[in-house]
């Protein structure tokens, strides 16, 4: 049955399943509390039920439970990094810390980073170089079943292949553009098809290149073995930003990028390349302080448009969402909760139901 648990609940069952599929204690509740904090932000496609294909990864061997980050290339502020088929939330993590310390020290640092299994939600990295001041930009791809279609195409030919900028803000939160490529992440077509709901035209194709409001297309196979395809945002333009995506977060790194037939193996493998900069050593943290509050409150004023209370800016709808999912605690539908005790089963963990 559905499960509504407190963020610290759901943190602890977690690290349990994480600790018997080979991590330690303290990787363990490392990831779990990413996981549980994609939650808690309202992005539950990046949340605990990843849980399950982690699990799967591992016994696959695509992902490799306490790996570290490699420093392949390293001339000061450029550095190529590579997680070893580490957990995502490790790996993504030291190489952001490497990234911080360079672009604090000289104003910016580029990095790729290859070869890490799923970063999760890519905002988590932003964060971090926003709490130091530092504006950030990533740019990635995914190494996995292709779920997206080119546009002008009727298959799945790459994944949802993320960018995200953070940018801070004097004496406020900063701003957080975290998006999928794709027009929805396929982790949410993921939770509808659990929860037996049917998604907006125009995100979905099936598996004959076919428009369909089925997310069941992109999370099972159909009935000839084959999947639909996410589409793009913003057509077009969302199409050459996720190849973009694919060429500097997959070739540029070294990780490489998907030009294969579909598998059904359960490893998702991120690429990553990020820009840091240090608005401090820029010489214009001034007037980029006073500019950007202007701008904001500028946006800010406008009236509140049709179905609209106001204006809010990337980066509010997850700081409110954890706000109402700390105190509210946060719910998992019947399929998904089932997915994660199944998983536990897998490595001999019973979880308890809430």
């Known amino acids: 049955m559905p499960q509504t648990l407190s963020s610290s609940v759901l943190r602890s069952q977690c690290a349990r399943i994480l600790e018997a599929a080979g991590s330690t204690p303290a990787e363990a509740a490392q990831v779990a509390g990413n996981l549980v904090l994609a939650n808690l932000s309202g992005h ?55 990234g911080i310390e360079r672009a604090r020290q000289h104003g ?72 999928a490529t794709s027009r929805v992440a396929q982790g949410k077509m993921r939770v509808a098809h659990n929860k037996g709901e049917r998604v907006p035209d125009g995100y979905l194709i099936d598996e004959r290149g076919a428009p369909t409001n089925d997310p069941g297309v992109v999370v099972v196979p159909q009935a000839n073995g084959l999947f639909g395809a996410l589409m793009t945002f913003g ?57 950007a509050t202007a701008f904001v409150e500028w946006l800010r004023q406008s009236p509140p448009g049709a179905g609209f209370d106001q204006v809010q800016i990337a980066g509010e709808p997850e700081r409110a969402a954890r706000t109402a999912r700390e105190r509210d605690g946060i719910w998992l539908d019947d399929a998904t909760w089932g997915e994660i005790v199944a998983a536990g089963t897998k490595v001999g963990v019973a979880v308890a139901a809430a």
């Not at 591992?58 to 490699?70: C, T």
């Not at 490489?256 to 998702?268: I, K, L, Q, S």
Request: some cysteine; glycine content about 16%; proline content about 5%.
């Open 44 to 98: 539950d496609s990046h949340g605990v039920g990843m849980l399950p294909r982690y699990v799967d990864a591992v016994a696959e061997g695509g992902l490799v439970p306490n790996a570290a980050v490699k420093v392949n290339t390293d001339i000061g502020t450029l550095l190529a990094l590579d997680g070893q088929h580490g957990y995502g939330q490790i790996v993504g993590v030291q190489a952001m810390a490497l």
């Open 108 to 179: 910016s640092c580029i990095f790729t980073l290859a070869n890490a299994h799923h970063l999760g939600r890519i905002g988590h990295f932003a964060e971090m170089a926003t709490a130091e001041g530092l504006v950030s930009m990533h740019f990635v791809n995914v190494l996995s079943r292709p779920v997206v279609a080119p546009w002008g195409g009727g298959d799945g030919r790459f994944g949802t292949n993320p960018c995200c900028i953070g940018i801070p803000l004097a004496g406020a939160e900063p701003f957080l553009l975290d998006f």
């Open 235 to 291: 057509e077009h333009k969302g199409y050459g930003m996720a190849m973009a995506c694919e060429l500097l977060g997959g070739a540029l790194t070294g990780g490489g990028t998907w030009h294969r037939p579909a598998d059904t193996a359960r490893t998702v493998l991120n690429g990553m390349l990020t820009i840091l900069i240090d608005p401090a050593k820029l010489g214009t943290q001034a007037s980029f302080a006073q500019e």
